[in-house]
C-alpha cells in the first residue's frame, strides 16, 4: 500500500511482540512523520545492542558486561541461588528488594517437544556451581506451568544430590488480590497447599 | 535495573507511540533472547527509513520516490482531489476503493496555538494546483475535530476562489453502528444534517 521502503519498515515492525499490522503501521509513520530523531537513536542502539549484549559467564542473564550487576557485586549472599526462568523474572524479584543471593537464569524451562534439553537450560553450567560447595540454598521460582514444574523437580533433584536445600517458591492467592476474581487452578492449589496457623 | 546498554534500547523502544515501560521491557527482552535477526534487520531497516523517506513532491504523503505510487500512476482521475491530514487516512481511503482520484496529504491541520499556519501544511504547493485548473473537485477529508474543520473552512474558500467544486465527507453514523453506542457529538450531527429521503 505505502512505497516499498515503508512497508517494508512495517513489517519489521511486526517483530516487536505484541504488534499487529495496524500498530506497526501506526508506529512506522509516527516515527517518519514526527520522530525522525527518535527513529535514528532506536536504529542506532539496537544494532549496537544485538551485536554486544550476550550473557552473563555466571548467571546467563543478558548483559553486555562479561559479569552482569548482581554477578560482579561482592556484598551479595553467596550462600544463596535463586534459579529463575528469564532475565524479566530477575528485575520482578530484585523489585522485591527481598532477596539478596545470586541468580540462574535458565532461558527457557525443559521441553523436550521443543528440543529445549538440560543442555539448552544451562544445566552443566548450573551444575558445576552446585558442586562448587558454596551454595547453601536453592529458590527454584520457576512459573508453575507444567514445563516450569518438570524443570523446578529436575534442577531440586540435580541439587539435592549435592547434599543442597531446595525450596520452590509459594504459589496461591496474590496479596491484595481478591478471591472473587482468582481463578479456579490458583484456589485449588492454594487450599491444597494451606498452611495451618 | 539492566545493564546500561538494554536500559538504554528500553528507552529507545519508548519512543514507539503506545509503548510504555513495561511494554518496552518485554520488546527489548524478546528481540534480545528470542529474535536477534528480527532486531538486526529492524535496525538496518529503520536507517534506511529514515535516511530515504520524505515527502512526495506532488502529495506530500511519505515515500522513498520523487512521486509516490499514487501521484505517479497516470491512469487516476485527475479531476478529483482528496485532501486529508495524514499518509494513514490516503491508506484508509484507498482500502474503501470508492475514490479514483489523486490525494494531497496536509501532515497536520492549522493550529495557530501550535504555530501550524497554512505554510506547514503546505497550503502553497496546494493553491497552485488549484491555479492549474485541472481539478474540477476538491474532497475534503479532514477529521472532524475543530482544528479539521477550520482547516477545511479554509482550504474550501481557496478552492472556491478558484471556481472549483468543494465538497466535505459525511459524518453521520456508522455504517453497521449501533445507534446505542453512537457518542452525543455524532449523534447530533448525524440529526441535524439529516436528509429527506
Not at 5 to 31: C, E, T
Not at 58 to 79: G, H, V
Request: charged fraction near 25%.
Amino acid at each position: 500500500m505505502f512505497s516499498p521502503l515503508i512497508d517494508q519498515l512495517i513489517n519489521s515492525l511486526r517483530h516487536l511482540p505484541g504488534v499487529g499490522p495496524k500498530s506497526a503501521q501506526r508506529m512506522a509513520l509516527h516515527l517518519l512523520e514526527r520522530d525522525r530523531e527518535g527513529a535514528q537513536n532506536l536504529s542506532e542502539v539496537l544494532a549496537k545492542a544485538v551485536e554486544h549484549v550476550h550473557r552473563c559467564q555466571q548467571c546467563r542473564t543478558l548483559t553486555e558486561q562479561a559479569l552482569c550487576n548482581i554477578c560482579s557485586n561482592a556484598r551479595r549472599n553467596r550462600k544463596e541461588l535463586c534459579i529463575v526462568e528469564t532475565p524479566a523474572d530477575v528485575i520482578a524479584i530484585e523489585t522485591s528488594a527481598v532477596f539478596s543471593g545470586y541468580y540462574f537464569v535458565l532461558l527457557g524451562r525443559l521441553s523436550p517437544i521443543d528440543g529445549i534439553g538440560p543442555k539448552e537450560i544451562g544445566m552443566d553450567v548450573l551444575a558445576s556451581r552446585f558442586a562448587e560447595g558454596e551454595i547453601e540454598e536453592v529458590i527454584v521460582a520457576t512459573n508453575p506451568t507444567i514445563e516450569g514444574e518438570a524443570t523446578a523437580h529436575y534442577i531440586s533433584e540435580r541439587a539435592k544430590a549435592q547434599g543442597i536445600k531446595v525450596s520452590r517458591i509459594a504459589h496461591g492467592i496474590p496479596i491484595g488480590g481478591e478471591l472473587e476474581y482468582v481463578d479456579g487452578g490458583t484456589l485449588a492449589h492454594a487450599i491444597s497447599r494451606r498452611q495451618e496457623i
